[in-house]
């Protein structure tokens, strides 16, 4: 269809009509000129198509596949593997004619409370953005659009409609905004879904900063913004800022309010005619993708949602080599989650699973287990009975292997968690069986981390998280060797809660959301408050060895439009094939501004058999080291040395350098009277001006103030004072006058221009 043609075709109520959907899952079609409608459907793990007819209040979807959530597959730090999964999941779709599917969500994991945090990927922006890269690669090479939600800062559930996410400037574009640019900027995602809440108290759906200054001119998005779920306040406000694509239907009371704030002067037709181009170009794109002939082979899918699950899953703990099990030895299964397991959230995103494979069923190709179902899962009450039979199943066995975590009533869409812990009958299990059992392996079902009280007593720990449909298959694959772990956290596991950055501040007060641990999120406090986790950022064991060795960097010194090539080697040192997960951080050594200790910059995964050792290789450009300086409003790289750290947890470093980086990067100064002499005298061009005026009154600088009669302290504390005093100052702490306050207007304002000029 030609746009400009039937842009000027189009009423302006039909115009305005295609500013929202036509009903849950449909943009509006226009039959007299021939536009179809586009078919969206949720996301992100699985495809949740509603039956076509449906209405809000019947949901029903159709038989799926549902994949491990992004909480686990994020852990496999594996681009290719999520390329993969997104390739699967755009054939599902173009199968079942659907032309966007709702996902990936990127936001930031803030806290570990947050009920949606399953289905996001990490507390890092970086591998936030890798790994929604690749899921949005893999799924639009299959010619289905996607929609990378939640945009922006929407990172609890709490009150999500109506609460305003309130950061700084640094912490949204370092933190918070990253990975969607990232993902924006590698993989072109056809859409965006803007969130609910409110960023600095300005709704999401209606904010001209998020949808037109940041995401289409600073990151040049060409696509559409469609509205989370009824997160529409004022349509005709979002139009005006940048919001395409009202979802769902507003049953035509948005529309009139568009037409009418046209006709009253109050919105620009214009505005109206650049969002209604962006809904004409999403149909043109899903009309040229059409194809009748794809089919989806679920079975294989199922398989390929097995092999993901298995490589993403991280082995927490695994002390005296408990894991793998060792078939001829006396096995216990316990808990209902091995007979059930908890493999997806609740949600949005629920898929309705063709199949659903459990460790109980699966592990019948290894071996004979006994089995216990040591709690329900409809209530946290201990249940003597149940708990008794697995102590008994456990004593008559070699090794007890628990399956425990969250059950669907702790975390799901729409509300937080109020602790970190499990519920109290799988604790009281867990403890009972160790007292009872000195081999006891416990795989976790979770979409965000839990206290582990019972870490030191138990001898592994298995973070399946929730793994999805083939979970019990992985597990077992994993439990036996069959399969070796090699999936790193892509989260901190803190040991309590309250060790939290955002402890204090979530989930805010009433709609008022403050952020004020700004961009020390996850890793980036523990490490800086030197709070020892349960678990760090991306740790994850194997059942074999790593060593690095030889690291090298393109060069010592480079400038910051340099590229930097960092290699190092890597050997497998133990018996088992195994992947390793290379980890790369950098550290601005010598920051003006307050930094991360180290932040995760790069990373690789390589498969390596025993005894091999492969060439690992980095290229670093400059946005690895550089930082979001709120004097510039952009991104910049400090001049000085950096150093770069190799390793295989962000706790568990293996090798580092060190890299001098030159950069004519320049923080703005603007100079008032009320700078200090310090600021001043750091800056060439200042401390020049300064000396000049000093000379007039025949002071040197260095000695001004200070005399030879004053002891040390008094010393120190007058140059103290001194090189914090505003400029100001000269007027009356000199001896006698030396220049009016216009003269030092003027100084202030020579010196401003000469720093204007040298940027
Ligand atoms: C969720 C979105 C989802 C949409 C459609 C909303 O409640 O926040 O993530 O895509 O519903 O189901």
Redesign the pocket.
């Known amino acids: 269809m030609n746009i400009d043609v039937i842009l000027k075709e189009l009423t302006l109520e039909e115009k305005a009509s295609l500013c929202s959907g036509s009903d849950a899952w449909h943009t509006q079609p226009i039959p007299r000129l021939d536009i179809p409608a586009v078919m969206v459907s949720?996301?992100p793990h699985g495809l949740r198509k509603v039956n076509e007819t449906a209405d809000m209040s019947n949901q029903a979807a159709i038989e799926a596949v549902c994949f491990p959530c992004a909480c686990a597959t994020a852990c496999s730090f594996d681009r290719e593997l999520l390329s993969t999964m997104g390739k699967a999941l755009g054939q599902s779709c173009k199968a079942e004619k659907v032309d966007v599917l709702?996902g990936p969500g990127c936001n930031i994991k803030r806290s570990p409370l947050c009920g949606r945090n399953f289905e996001y990927f990490s507390e890092d922006p970086y591998l936030a953005t890798e790994i929604a890269t690749a899921h949005i690669k893999g799924v639009q090479s299959m010619g289905v659009g996607t929609s990378l939600?939640?945009f922006a800062c929407n990172n609890q559930e709490t009150r999500r409609m109506t609460c305003s996410a309130n950061m700084d400037e640094r912490t949204f574009f370092e933190i918070y905004a990253a990975a969607f640019e990232g993902a924006v900027k590698n993989a072109k995602p056809y859409t965006i879904?803007c969130s609910y809440n409110k960023l600095n108290n300005v709704y999401c759906s209606e904010n001209a900063f998020t949808l037109t200054d940041v995401l289409r001119k600073k990151w040049g998005f060409k696509g559409l913004v469609m509205s989370?779920?009824g997160a529409v306040n004022n349509r005709p406000l979002g139009v005006q800022a940048g919001l395409d694509l009202e979802m769902p239907t507003s049953h035509g009371v948005n529309d009139a309010l568009i037409v009418e704030a046209v006709k009253s002067g109050k919105l620009d037709e214009k505005d109206l005619d650049r969002v209604v181009r962006n809904v004409l170009e999403l149909v043109n794109k899903a009309e040229s993708n059409s194809d009748e002939t794809v089919t989806w082979d679920k079975q294989a899918q199922h398989e390929l949602a097995r092999k993901i699950a298995r490589e993403s899953a991280v082995l927490l703990r695994n002390e005296d080599s408990i894991l793998p099990l060792d078939k001829s030895s006396k096995i216990a299964f316990i808990g209902e989650f091995a007979n059930t397991p908890r493999y997806q959230g609740s949600g949005?995103s629920h898929i309705n699973s063709f199949k659903v494979t459990s460790a109980l069923e699966a592990v019948k190709n290894y071996c004979d287990v006994d089995y216990a179902k040591g709690y329900a899962t409809d209530t946290d009450e201990a249940d003597d009975k149940l708990i008794n039979e697995a102590v008994e199943c456990a004593k008559r066995n070699d090794v007890a292997v628990i399956f425990a975590g969250l059950t669907d009533i702790y975390e799901s869409?729409g509300f937080d968690r109020k602790h970190m812990r499990m519920p109290s009958n799988q604790l009281t299990l867990i403890d009972r069986i160790c007292e009872v059992c000195s081999n006891v392996v416990v795989v976790l079902h979770n979409g965000s981390p839990v206290e582990l009280p019972f870490a030191a007593k138990v001898k592994g720990i298995l973070e399946m998280y929730l793994g999805g449909q083939a979970v019990g298959s992985a597990t077992c694959d994993l439990l036996f060797g069959e399969a070796n772990p090699c999936g790193k956290l892509s989260e901190t596991f803190p040991l309590k809660l309250s060790d939290n950055p955002s402890y204090l501040n979530f989930p805010g007060h009433m709609d008022d959301v403050q952020y004020k641990e700004g961009i020390f999120v996850g890793y980036r406090y523990y490490d800086y408050k030197q709070i020892e986790p349960m678990y760090p950022f991306g740790h994850g064991l194997s059942y074999t060895t790593f060593e690095y060795s030889d690291m090298k960097l393109s060069s010592q010194t480079i400038s910051s439009t340099d590229e930097l090539t960092v290699s190092v080697n890597v050997t497998n040192t133990g018996k088992f094939e195994g992947k390793e997960v290379v980890q790369l951080y950098v550290t601005d050594d010598l920051c003006s501004y307050t930094r991360p200790i180290r932040e995760l910059k790069g990373f690789e995964k390589i498969s390596l058999k025993p005894g091999e050792t492969k060439k690992v290789m980095f290229k670093l450009d400059r946005r690895a080291f550089a930082f979001y300086c709120t004097d510039a409003h952009d991104w910049i790289v400090e001049e000085g040395d950096f150093t770069i750290s190799l390793g295989s947890s962000s706790r568990d470093i293996r090798t580092s350098c060190s890299v001098y980086i030159s950069s004519d990067d320049i923080i703005p100064i603007q100079l008032t009277v009320n700078s200090t002499f310090g600021d001043i005298i750091s800056i060439p061009e200042g401390k020049k001006k300064l000396e000049e005026l000093f000379d007039k009154i025949n002071t040197d600088i260095s000695s001004a103030q200070t005399d030879e009669t004053m002891g040390a302290a008094a010393k120190k504390m007058v140059e103290a004072m001194m090189w914090e005093m505003p400029i100001r100052a000269v007027l009356s702490f000199t001896g006698k006058p030396i220049m009016t306050y216009k003269e030092l207007e003027n100084l202030i304002s020579e010196l401003n221009d000469e720093l204007g000029q040298r940027s």
């Open positions: 949720d996301g709702l939600k939640h879904m989370d779920w949005s869409e």
